[in-house]
């Protein structure tokens, strides 16, 4: 691969020459286009060229913009063949190096992630005389990013060094967890967990732990409320007996830390801290904890609790999982019910619906179907939307009949809302509930709602309500569909607003096929075919749109003899438009 | 670093002086900001023109002893320019109303600029090399022939000579409904407050495409409206406080731990009015104009028309220090307030050690006040002392009775050269002072 082209001169360099013209242009999507290309061009240099002279290029070029400079991360991370295999691979390191200090996080991310990946090309060898070094460099770097990005890189050489090194990393990480920058501390906190999978455990009690509560207890908000990630990762690897005494003093004080946003990382994080501290501790600590989160005076951290409440009670241990529930969340969750933020209203209303299927049959009529119905009367439309959004799981417990009382006027209440996107949330639930409400039902009390909603002033819901007709159609099948909505559609074909009269003609575009044949060809077509006569040019054009939609449907004699001359009429209108679509439906329906 | 200079410690002496000489200004050279940044090497002003000037200390130690470390012009760059708002139709001035430096994280520099309505994040980086060589150019930019390419060259990287450039980095745009003014960057070095007349929105440092509102003063029915916020900043140390203050002359501090929406502070800071000098300007004259938290972050200092005031953080019900800036103007409210001049808003800013602080003045005078010995000083910035090195001679206004010589009456102050904002190095006595499109750089001379 060494050997280049002849001295003959060859064009097949051309394009690569290009390429590394390029990736000093001035032009940045040049550059970039040049970056995503390194690999080719490194082929064509070949190995050593590669090494000698594009490397060391391209560590000076850090003063790129940070999407090339991405690129550039990116791209390194898989160039180990190019620069002749593993036993070169420490070549990468100086680029990487550069990249891994400039102070764009994603760069530095990504350029961690590209050493992160080539550390696992190193010998251990290599390892020793090569990547450590550099990770000592960054950890010990004048700059904070270079300190930053040598707190992703301890977990990947650690495994594979020698014992002395091993004890110079710990050093490292010591250091870096209480750096005088609170950026330095966060990223050793959030690295905090996946360092702690890789040491011996003897080390994540002596050393580890006592980071952790220090970093836990920072003056930095930013920095406390990473440590509550750490702790989940740190109680996965101590042995049950271990947890009381290392990890729950730090968890308990971050249940109760001043800082709301310390608080809301707990709440946020609850399920994985419930699965990782294990049955007992939920039972004794985490249970209360919960109730205070749930009873917070900040509503952020009331919300994030919240929306935790259906995943924590089913994580709780079977055997006391019913009388925990009973006695100690509900009633916090039938005070979140009334409570004044609408947030946590909304976030509990699309969880609550879940409690049923694990309180079964009897606690649900008894005790959470009053509240269900209390939030399908709330003053904020999202926590009704959500409640209703949610009716399969209940449905499945106690049938939806035992709702439809209230049901029924809170969906009336959203399908006449002033907002139009509550009207179009609530209309998106329609197939649904007509599923589980049943024909009859929807007839008598649903169907004129997703009637009015055609002739609605916003074209968005017009829209979304034929799209509606059609799901519903595809639910209750054709017959209905003659009996109770066709009529109504086609009525509106002499509607004064040419508004309405073009609904008309969405409408049996999306309803053509779920109707079938017969009905499209008799009850639809002739309408769409006198409507070829409208003054209003719109209407025109959209019936020729109409025909070309239903064309697939009809019969080959009725298109040549009823669709084909009002096409060809059309083809000559005097508006341009409606000749244009005329002309394209002919082609389609190959009529031309 | 001790005191205000003038008495038996040291004297202030004239540096440098920045600017044009002429003596019709052009309004876009009047500078709107000065800022030094952590380490005091840089010194970054704005002007009414939406540039940013950035000044860089000279390493000492150089042939011309007398020179001892000069400012001189680092990067020059267009931060904001004029824009409309077609909604609103409105016009947004380009004026940069406050400059923050980041802490430095890099070989760059970072600062952050604002106008009325979009904060920029720009980064002030060097570049000393320069790629060299091309495969479709020869050395004098002659296009080669594309068949007769033998080689691939790879381009070398060159020494040359030092470039400073400034790049925009971010643009937090949008969020603010009211006019910009104040930004400060939080101790934990990822977020930052910007405020204007009545909200307060939190930021972080690389997310451009969301804030969030932490304070909101604003009534349901603006004809209610009776305060403004006028100025805020992050505690220098404690992550969750910031205080704002407000035209009525109070300060709230809030605490960012207690709730998500700051609405209600944790401590307010008022004192109480003096019902004997109350007059139709009370109200006006108490509005403060800039609020700045000493370095320890345990005081506050606040200026308002006619005094600046030492807060303890401990302490709500009083300022536990007060100076008189220019009390003879007290006389002279009437006249301030039929040409505006009530209304400008004057800076202050504390020295390195806490131990002194400054603020300005009318007739290009500024005041400092030393806390310790309760001694002040006033000086003028001016060009008849702008011989290098020469001592700044301390001025004084005459407060009726017999005019003293070397006192100026009241009467003759110019009232169109003031000096608003100020600046004191962060470890060294080197003060910058805006008087109108001068920048003045006076700095130490110990006795």
Known sequence: MSKMAGADGDDSLYPIAVLIDELRNEDVQLRLNSIKKLSTIALALGVERTRTELLPFLTDTIYDEDEVLLALAEQLGSFTVLVGGPEYVHCLLPPLESLATVEETVVRDKAVESLRKISHEHSPEDLEAHFEPLVKRLASGDWFTSRTSACGLFSVCYPRVSKSTKSEIRQHFRTLCSDDTPMVRRAAASKLGEFAKVLELEYVKSDLIPLFAALASDEQDSVRLLAVEACVSIAQLLPQEDLEKLVMPTLRQATEDKSWRVRYMVADKFSELQKAVGPEITENDLVPSFQNLLKDCEAEVRAAAANKVKEFCENLPADSRETIIMNSILPCVKELVSDTNQHVKSALASVIMGLSTILGKDNTIEHLLPLFLAQLKDECPEVRLNIISNLDCVNEVIGIRQLSQSLLPAIVELAEDAKWRVRLAIIEYMPLLA??????????????????????????????????????????????????????????????????????????????EACGQEITTKQMLPIVLKMSEDQVANVRFNVAKSLQKIGPVLENSALQAEVRPVLEKLATDQDMDVKYFAQEAMTVLSLA | MAGVGGGNDFQWCFSQVKGAIDEDVAEADIISTVEFNYSGDLLATGDKGGRVVIFQREQEGNNRSHSRGEYNVYSTFQSHEPEFDYLKSLEIEEKINKIRWLPQQNAAHFLLSTNDKTIKLWKISERDKRAEGYNLKDENGRLRDPFRITSLRVPVLKPMDLMVEASPRRIFANAHTYHINSISVNSDHETYLSADDLRINLWH??????????????????????EVITAAECHPN?????????????????????????????????????????????????????????????????????????????????????????????????????????????ECCWNGSDN????????????????????????????????????????????????????????????????????????????????????????????
Request: aromatic fraction near 10%; hydrophobic fraction near 35%.
């Open chain 2, 238 to 346: 404690q992550c969750n406080v910031f205080v704002y203050s407000s035209s009525k002359g109070t300060i709230r501090l809030c605490d960012m731990r207690a709730s998500a929406l700051c609405d209600r502070h944790s401590k307010f800071f008022e004192e109480p009015e003096d019902p004997s000098s109350r007059s139709f300007f009370s109200e006006i004259i108490s509005s403060i104009s800039d609020v700045k938290f000493s370095h320890s972050g345990r005081y506050m200092m606040t200026r308002d028309y006619l005094s600046v005031k030492v807060w303890d953080l401990n302490m709500e019900s009083r300022p536990v220090e007060t100076y008189q800036v220019h009390e003879y103007l007290r006389s002279k409210l009437c006249s301030l307030y039929e040409n505006d001049c009530i209304f400008d808003k004057f």
């Open chain 2, 205 to 226: 440092l690389e997310i451009t495409d969301r804030s969030f509102n932490i304070v909101d003063i604003k009534p349901a029915n603006m004809e209610e409206l009776t």
């Open chain 1, 435 to 512: 599923g589980q409400l049943g024909m009859e039902f929807f007839d008598e009390k649903l169907n004129s709602l997703c009637m009015a909603w055609l002739v609605d002033h916003v074209y968005a819901i017009r829209e979304a309500a034929t799209c509606n007709l059609m799901k519903l159609v595809e639910r209750f099948g054709a017959s209905w569909a003659q009996s109770t909505i066709v009529p109504k559609v086609l009525g509106m074909a002499s509607d004064p607003n040419y508004l309405h009269r073009m609904t008309t003609l969405f409408c049996i575009s999306a309803l053509s």
């Open chain 2, 356 to 447: 002194a602080i400054m603020t300005g003045s009318y007739n290009n005078f500024f005041r400092m006040f030393d806390r310790n010995t309760r001694r002040d000083i006033t000086l003028e910035a001016s060009r008849e002392s702008s011989k290098p090195r020469a001592i700044l001679k301390p001025r004084k206004v005459c407060t009726g009775g017999k005019r003293k010589k070397d006192e100026i009456s009241v009467d003759s102050l110019d009232f169109n050269k003031k000096i608003l904002h100020t600046a004191w190095h962060p470890k060294e006595n080197i003060i910058a002072v805006a008087a109108t499109n001068n920048l003045y750089i006076f700095q130490d001379k110990i006795n």
